[in-house]
């Protein structure tokens, strides 16, 4: 598939750099936007004193930790999801990824070119 970017594996979730509030330790759970988005951070808040002196994970910027997004199977690259808040729920219609309810439930948006795709329940 061309467009994937991150599998899960046995966690049962991928694990992504993401921006997360400060004081964030791992193993806090983190709360992303009001869809009902959570994950579990799997690293420590880099500090700007960890990413300018390179003790930080790597391709990890200040500001991010590494958080565990439990039931997302995989991300795919997308077109620009415009008109889609981060970490809203998407849904897909005749091939449209919208916000509204009118489709499938697919997952959540991560950025503008990235969906979180949720595993079938």
Not at 40 to 50: G, K, L, M, S
Request: charge should be positive.
């Amino acid at each position: 598939m061309k467009n994937l970017k991150h599998q899960a594996d046995r966690k049962g979730g991928v694990i992504l750099p993401l921006t997360v509030a400060a004081g964030t330790l791992s193993g806090q759970v983190v709360t992303l936007g009001a869809a009902g988005l959570f994950g579990i951070a799997t690293t420590d808040r880099v500090t700007p004193e960890q990413a300018t002196s390179g003790l930080h994970p790597q391709g990890y910027k200040s500001g991010q930790a590494g958080v565990l997004l439990p039931g997302i199977g995989l991300t795919i690259d997308v077109l620009p999801l415009t008109g889609i808040a981060d970490y809203a729920k998407v849904y897909v219609a005749a091939g449209v990824y919208s916000a509204t309810n009118t489709g499938t439930f697919v997952g959540w948006r991560i950025n503008a070119t990235t969906l979180a795709v949720r595993n079938n329940a």
